[in-house]
Nanobody, 117 residues
Framework: QVQVAESGGGLVQAGGSLRLSCTAS????????INWYRQAPGKQRDLVAT???????DYVDSVKGRFTISRENAKDTAYLQMNSLKPEDTDVYYC???????????WGQGTQVTVSS
């Protein structure tokens, strides 16, 4: 059974930082692409950052230079370091784990990030 869990969300003032963690079990983490998404109530879930199996990263333009995605395969964990946070970064952040071969991808339950102005 595959389980994905996010942690590290919270309330922070604008300009502050948070680090989100995503831990997966029951799946080969090293053979999975890890994506971070975010979603506001009533809106679609949007891709924020991706780290591929080979370590290549990609970001949505709105977070480039502020967010950094990384992975630590030995701990089956990925991270999203978020700096210079803005109120518009307020959302529920979700981790998505997409295995190289398996047809399904897996989601965590989400972690709330709230940035006050």
């Amino acid at each position: 059974q595959v389980q994905v869990a996010e942690s590290g969300g919270g309330l922070v003032q604008a300009g502050g930082s948070l680090r989100l963690s995503c831990t997966a079990s029951g799946i080969s983490f090293a053979l999975s692409t890890i994506n971070w998404y975010r979603q506001a109530p009533g809106k679609q879930r949007d891709l924020v950052a991706t780290i591929k199996i080979n370590g290549i990263t990609d970001y949505v333009d709105s977070v480039k230079g502020r967010f950094t995605i990384s992975r630590e395969n030995a701990k089956d964990t990925a991270y999203l370091q978020m700096n210079s946070l803005k109120p518009e970064d307020t959302d529920v952040y979700y981790c998505n784990v997409k295995h190289l071969i398996l047809p399904l991808d897996y989601w965590g339950q989400g972690t709330q990030v709230t940035v006050s102005s």
